[in-house]
């Protein structure tokens, strides 16, 4: 059973930083893509960042230069470094993982619960 466990969401103030933290565990042998969306209250769910296997990224217009994703592939975990923080960056920000091969069949994609990030002073 492959599960996502976010971790580092939090209260921020606006300027500031947080990092954010997906392990994928199980019997993981390769995941295609990982990354992150966020969705805030009344709103649809948004790709935040996204990085392949060899390390392509992709990222929201409204974080470039702002937000950086990164990846353990040893780790199947994924990151998203947020610099400069806005309050219209705050929402669950959910990770997936995209293509993943486990021991169960196929290729399957899977979602973490989500972590809350809020940006206020």
């Known amino acids: 059973q492959v599960q996502l466990v976010e971790s580092g969401g939090g209260l921020v103030q606006p300027g500031g930083s947080l990092r954010l933290s997906c392990a994928a565990s199980?019997?993981?042998?390769?995941?295609?893509?990982m990354g992150w969306h966020r969705q805030a209250p009344g709103k649809q769910r948004e790709l935040v960042a996204a990085i392949t296997s060899g390390g392509s990224t992709n990222y929201a217009d409204s974080v470039k230069g702002r937000f950086t994703i990164s990846r353990d592939n040893a780790k199947n975990t994924v990151y998203l470094q947020m610099n400069s923080l806005k309050p219209e960056d705050a929402a669950v920000y959910y990770c997936n993982a995209d293509g993943v091969r486990s021991t169960t069949p196929g290729r399957r994609d899977y979602w973490g619960q989500g972590t809350q990030v809020t940006v206020s002073s």
């Open positions: 199980g019997i993981i042998f390769s995941i295609n893509a």
